[in-house]
């Protein structure tokens, strides 16, 4: 088999890329990275795959340009099966929502849907196409507070690309759902494509970092892990967080899990599939960290007097239902404490 990862240097993507190479079909990974900064870390930590020729990159310095992906599957061509398509911009540091969020996030979903329809070979030899998309795809601002609201693999937000002034959340969110909705249009308007598409649709992803933060270190930290970076920096002591409207979440390792099982089970093709193990607090996330590590107890907010990120009440908050994604996942779901253990003490490596 062989694979195209996009976006190999990110945090989910590079337990993707963990999990295909020690995956039992041996399959060929091609990944694509910005720089060649952010390829040789990867390429050092897979000496074997990369011998064996098993793991090979390609540079995509901007999928905005919705002709990056057209020399990645002419490079990766003939007999690439498979697309697993990650790259898309999740952090809030933009001048311009529509250049910095939606052009990348939909030019690049499009770009690699429709480069391989114009290639001879990619157009007959790729089956599936796993794009990530996200929670934000599938939530209603507007029914968030709401407990007859239930979220599903059904449910879609309605944001347009008017509301991307709104906010830098609303924007990212309008990203993910533009550029999700564009793919399955494609596969739904487009007479060549010989592809199945399936998507992820992760909440809020946590879990231990496996990928190089280069230079930045922790100031480079994925955005979802960012809060834990926060906490167990001191920054919560006085005071936790709201938790904000993504209040469920999923580990790392599971997300990469429901990629790699929708690379290659047949059976996933045309799903959505809502990756989440529930609701989660910061609050929560305050005490997994205080009952595990006691060297981070000058950090912490102190017992019993820890106010604030909590969960609203069940009359204050929407309900959800992913029972399908699980039944067709068989994923038993990693819960809270072990998915924040693991990251606290990968962070810690780092630094933190
Ligand atoms: P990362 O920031 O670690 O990964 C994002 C990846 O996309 C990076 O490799 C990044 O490259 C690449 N990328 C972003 N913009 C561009 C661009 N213009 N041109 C080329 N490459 C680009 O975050 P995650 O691993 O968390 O995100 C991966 C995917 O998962 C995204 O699609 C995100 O929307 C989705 N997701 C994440 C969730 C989470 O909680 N983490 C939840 C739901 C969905 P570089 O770092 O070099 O900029």
Request: aromatic share 8%; charged share 20%.
């Amino acid at each position: 088999t062989k694979i195209l990862l996009t976006g190999g240097s990110g945090f989910i993507a590079s337990h993707i890329l963990h999990q295909l190479l020690n995956h039992t079909s041996k399959p060929t990974v091609i990944t694509t990275v910005r720089t060649q900064s952010k390829a040789d870390p990867i390429l050092a930590s897979y000496p074997e795959a990369v011998s064996q020729g098993r793991l090979q990159i390609q540079l995509t310095p901007d999928i905005s340009d919705p002709n990056a992906f057209a020399p990645v599957i002419a490079a990766s061509s003939p007999g690439l099966d498979v697309i697993i398509h990650t790259a898309s911009p999740f952090h809030f540091r933009i001048t311009d929502p529509k250049v910095d969020l939606i052009d990348p996030a939909v030019n690049g979903t499009l770009g690699i849907l429709r480069a391989i329809v114009s290639h001879p070979d990619a157009q007959k030899s790729v089956n599936r196409v796993v794009v990530t998309s996200s929670f934000a795809a599938i939530l209603d601002e507007a029914g968030i507070s709401s407990p007859s609201t239930v979220f599903s693999e059904k449910s879609w937000n309605p944001v347009t690309i008017s509301d991307i002034h709104k906010s830098s959340a609303t924007a990212y969110r309008a990203s993910k759902t533009l550029a999700e909705k564009s793919a399955w249009d494609f596969v739904s308007s487009n007479k060549d494509a010989n592809f199945s598409v399936v998507t992820i649709n992760p909440p809020m992803v946590f879990g231990p970092i496996i990928h190089s933060l280069g230079e930045a270190g922790l100031k480079g930290i994925n955005t979802s892990n960012q809060r834990i970076v926060d906490l167990l920096a001191g920054n919560w002591k006085t005071g936790i967080p709201d938790v904000g409207p993504g209040m469920l979440f999923v580990d790392v390792r599971d997300v990469a899990t429901a990629h790699v099982k929708a690379a290659f089970e047949e059976g996933l093709g045309g799903k959505r599939l809502f990756t989440t193990a529930g609701f989660f607090s910061n609050k929560e996330i305050a005490e997994v960290v205080r009952g595990n590590f006691e060297e981070y107890k000058d950090k912490l907010p102190e017992e019993g007097k820890d106010v604030g990120g909590e969960l609203p009440s069940e009359d204050q908050r929407f309900n959800f239902d992913n029972t399908q994604t699980t039944e067709l996942l068989g994923i038993d779901w990693i819960g809270l404490d072990k998915s924040i253990v693991d990251t606290a003490k990968s962070l810690k490596e780092y630094g933190a």
